[in-house]
């Protein structure tokens, strides 16, 4: 198992950028291949970017991130990040981090919302015009 807490959402205007962070407790996060999800209220979770255990193999799960957003693992914090740069409006989401089942295959990058176990609670992103 493995506990999940995301931070640095917040507000900010368009073209801004912003930082998540999702640390992890309980267990090495190096276990798991991950991901960074978000959901717009009515709407679907989606998966924004997600990367393999070795950290070596990012996958752009949403098209408009490529450019713009980056995936790192830290595992000196035990940690992921989420760089977001020129955010947009439509950016403007519950951004969750999300780990598949413990000791996958390194190479593997779970590309399916139902592929993974273990999630945080979320935090806001606003961007505004």
């Known amino acids: 198992q493995v506990q999940l807490i995301e931070s640095g959402g917040g507000s900010v205007q368009s073209g801004g950028s912003l930082r998540l962070s999702c640390v992890a407790s309980?267990?090495?996060?190096?276990?798991?291949?991950v991901a960074w999800v978000r959901q717009v209220p009515g709407k679907e979770r989606e998966i924004v970017l997600a990367?393999?255990?070795?950290?070596?193999?990012?996958?752009y799960a949403l098209g408009s991130a490529r450019g713009r957003f980056a995936i790192s693992r830290d595992n000196g914090k035990n940690a992921v990040h989420l760089q977001m740069t020129s955010l947009k409006p439509e950016d403007t989401a519950v951004y969750y981090c999300?780990?598949?089942?413990?000791?996958?295959?390194?190479?593997?990058?779970?590309?399916?919302?139902?592929?993974?176990?273990?999630w945080g609670r979320g935090t806001q992103v606003t961007v505004s015009q």
């Open positions: 999300a780990a598949g089942p413990e000791y996958s295959s390194l190479e593997v990058v779970y590309t399916e919302i139902s592929d993974y176990v273990y």
């Open positions: 309980g267990n090495s996060l190096r276990a798991f291949a």
């Open positions: 990367i393999n255990r070795n950290g070596d193999r990012p996958h």
